[in-house]
């Protein structure tokens, strides 16, 4: 059973800095993509940033310029570095892993989520 478990979370002034870290019980390598979604009271859970096997990247764009998604596939972690927050970044965060078992077919692993909370 593939685990993930982040950490780094917390409370933090607008306009301050946190990384969020998502270490996997495999090699990271065995996912297609790794990511980080966010959902916020009363909302739906979003993509915030994804990065491939490969290193390529995608941001929603509340985020871009502001966060960045990387790998350390030595360490089997995949990070999001988040710069400039505000408020409305407050949400629990969650890791998600997907693999690709086969022609169209798709494996999802999420972590148990993360509290970030952003104070004005």
């Known amino acids: 059973q593939v685990q993930l478990v982040e950490s780094g979370g917390g409370l933090v002034q607008a306009g301050g800095s946190l990384r969020l870290s998502c270490a996997a019980s495999?090699?990271?390598?065995?996912?297609?993509?790794m990511s980080w979604y966010r959902q916020a009271p009363g909302k739906q859970r979003d993509l915030v940033a994804s990065?491939?096997?490969?290193?390529?990247?995608n941001y929603a764009d509340s985020v871009k310029g502001r966060f960045t998604i990387s790998r350390d596939n030595a360490k089997n972690t995949v990070y999001l570095q988040m710069n400039s927050l505000k408020p409305e970044d407050t949400a629990v965060y969650y890791c998600?892993?997907?693999?690709?078992?086969?022609?169209?077919?798709?494996?999802?692993?999420w972590g148990q989520g993360i509290q970030v909370t952003v104070s004005s």
């Open positions: 990065i491939t096997t490969g290193g390529s990247t």
């Open positions: 495999e090699s990271i390598f065995s996912f297609n993509s």
């Open positions: 998600n892993a997907a693999k690709l078992l086969g022609s169209f077919s798709w494996k999802y692993y």
